[in-house]
């Protein structure tokens, strides 16, 4: 700037100083929308729901659908599974936060929390490992499922339990729940 | 330029030129009158080598952009009739495939010699840092590009690697998952995705050729480093001008390197690649081990030898990071290691540890090789950080040669050396 200590500021400092600030504003304005254009378009966010039919699942097996691109494990608990996941003490977790889309409050990673009352069979879950995304294994039968009898991620060797809880490798956080709902007994609606 | 310009336009158009674009000029002092030490060994060759292998990457890379379809229900498929129908498609991807590891090989070797001449101290710091960036870049375009193929390993680098990005959420909740959603264009890898990584492989080699041209600008102005580290003092004894010295030289190493080249390229193509990338992505399952490239294996190592996710993305990223202030965390004042009887060992070490984490980083991360990978992720890190300024302190160097003439012609005095610079510098002085 053209002032020092003994000049005053003149008219012109202050075009100046206007002038740049008012270029820059624009610079960064016009940066805006081509920073913007990269992120999720109308079409994917448009993908947000889909519906599962559950009726042919039988107990103790799993099945992948696909939504918004990412596949999501459907896995109808047997009895044993569901109680052993109940039972798990809140203190034997890596993560005791239940991840729930969505959802901001921070609630306990309880198997009651990551399912819904009266379908406690039923755990839904992102089937992409929280450590660096691949999918881990124990959906089909004779898959690996690790030692928590969960989900087994081949990449890096996490392990999670039946309630999709990471137990044990390098992923930080459970598997996360997406937003659903039962719209009938044997259907959800997911997103 | 360091030295004065020697160039004389000779006919009437030249002249004419040179009062207007001398861009003459500026290609005579560069390629033919530059007066580089007579001592340069074949280390100082890879430059040469590596201006080729961009220039082959660029060349067969618009090649195959003509017969490439960025667009995921088609682009596996596009490639595998690139490679089955277009004449010579074969040879025009096995070539890019092959020269971006012949690259990577050449970068490694010509980044050592640097590290082992020194060649990164005052007054060569900007060169230095300018030859980082550009690494940095080729690390960019070269995983951008395999990411195009569209195979199993493609698709699956992507999303680790792009998943790296996510490891903000544990600084800021939401922040990684924002970065990453906007960096795949939706909520997973996809075909958006898939476009943004074709435009910008395309983008990046422009952009390291321009990196290119500072690099060999930022060269030109202090001129050469040479394998006894000290300054060029008299320029007529101890310089001879590039041409025809040097570019014969550096084309008699570019031949050898060719020979590796195409005995890969010909024998055996896909021996650096991964055969589960000849499996059309899947997002759906992942295949049992993701491996990198090899030339990304050692930064891999380093990702999976910190138990932490944010804590491995920042070593991987810091191991690169770390050679920017290489200029500065060196204290010798001595730029080559031939004169440092106590660094040269670590050296070699940290030659070692490079290696090591190269295999180490296709192994997996259990057991032994995982305790290894810690242990030579620790030493990476405290070879800069520790070894280069305490060894640099406490270390007394061995005499160098007064001059670069002083090495070549000096007490041994060998086959009557004194007088064979006369040519030479003769030749110099007509120009």
């Known amino acids: 700037m053209a002032t020092t200590m003994d000049e005053p500021v003149t008219r012109r400092d202050f075009i100046h100083i206007a002038a740049t600030a008012f270029a820059a504003i624009g610079a960064a304005a016009a940066l805006w929308p081509l920073i913007d254009q990269m992120n999720p378009d109308s079409s994917a966010l448009s993908l947000a729901s889909v519906e599962i039919d559950l009726a042919p699942v039988q107990e103790g097996q799993a099945i992948t659908v696909v939504w918004q691109g990412k596949p999501v494990f459907v896995r109808n608990r047997t009895a044993d599974e569901v109680k052993s996941a109940q ?62 009898n969960g989900w087994f991620c081949p990449c890096h060797g996490s392990a999670y339990d039946t309630a999709g809880r990471i137990r044990k490798g390098p992923a930080p956080r459970n598997l996360e729940i997406p937003p659903y709902e039962f719209v009938s007994d044997s259907k959800i609606k997911i997103g | 330029m360091a030295h ?3 160039y004389e336009p000779k006919t009437a158009f030249t002249r004419w030129m040179d009062s207007r674009l001398p861009i003459i000029r500026m290609a005579h002092e560069t390629i033919l009158d530059f007066p580089t030490p007579r001592n340069l060994n074949y280390m100082w060759t890879f430059g040469a080598i590596l201006a080729f292998c961009l220039m082959v990457q660029i060349i067969t890379g618009i090649v195959l952009a003509m017969h490439y379809a960025a667009d995921t229900s088609v682009a596996f498929d596009s490639i595998e ?15 890019h495939a092959v020269g971006a590891s012949m690259f990577f090989i050449a970068v490694y070797l010509h980044m050592f010699r640097g590290l082992y001449y020194g060649s990164y101290k005052a007054p060569r710091e900007v060169l230095w840092i300018i030859g980082v960036l550009i690494f940095l870049a080729m690390i960019a375009t070269a995983f951008m590009g395999y990411s195009l193929v569209w195979g199993q390993m493609s698709f699956w680098a992507v999303t680790v690697i792009t998943n790296l990005f996510s490891s903000f959420d544990s600084l800021i909740p939401g922040l990684g998952t924002t970065l990453v959603q906007w960096i795949w ?15 910008l492989h395309y983008l990046l080699p422009f952009v390291i050729a321009g990196l290119v041209g500072l690099h060999i600008w930022a060269l030109h102005v202090p001129g050469n480093n040479n394998p006894t580290g000290v300054d060029l003092r008299d320029p007529k004894r101890e310089a001879v001008p590039f041409h025809p010295y040097y570019t014969s030289k550096d084309l008699f190493a570019l031949t050898i390197f060719a020979i590796l080249f195409a005995y890969f ?34 930064f891999y190592a380093i990702l999976r030898a910190v138990p932490s996710k944010l804590g491995g993305v920042i070593a991987m990223f810091g191991a690169i990071a770390v050679l920017f202030f290489v200029p500065w965390l060196d204290t010798s004042r001595v730029r080559s290691t031939s004169y440092r009887p106590i660094y040269r060992w670590f050296f070699w070490l940290l030659v070692i540890t490079c290696l090591a984490l190269g295999y180490l980083g296709a192994k997996p991360p259990e057991g032994g090789f995982l305790i290894a990978g810690q242990l030579f992720t620790a030493y990476y890190f405290l070879h800069f950080l520790v070894v280069m300024p305490v060894v640099g302190i406490i270390e007394t160097p061995k005499p160098r040669p007064r001059s670069i003439a002083d090495s070549i012609f000096g007490e041994s005095g060998r086959g009557g050396g004194g007088h064979v610079p006369q040519p030479a510098a003769a030749s110099a002085e007509k120009r």
């Open chain 1, 87 to 148: 039972q798990v003490p809140m203190n034997e977790l890596k993560d005791p936060i239940a991840r729930i889309l969505g959802v901001t409050a921070e609630g306990p990673a309880t198997d009651e929390a990551l399912t819904k009352k009266g379908h406690e069979n039923w755990l839904v879950a992102i089937g992409i490992c929280t450590h660096l995304g691949c999918i881990p294994k124990g959906q089909r039968t004779g898959d690996e499922r690790g030692e928590y």
């Open chain 2, 265 to 298: 390229l010909f024998y055996l193509p896909n021996y650096l690649g991964h055969a589960d990338n000849y499996v059309e992505a899947n997002p759906l399952q992942t295949p049992p081990h993701i491996v990198p490239e090899w030339y990304f294996l050692p």
């Open chain 2, 4 to 6: 004065e310009s020697t």
């Open chain 2, 185 to 199: 264009g939706g909520f997973a890898v996809n075909d958006a995705t898939l476009n943004r990584l074709f435009s």
């Open chain 2, 81 to 95: 009739n690139l490679m089955r129908n277009v004449n010579y498609g074969w040879l025009i991807r096995y070539t």
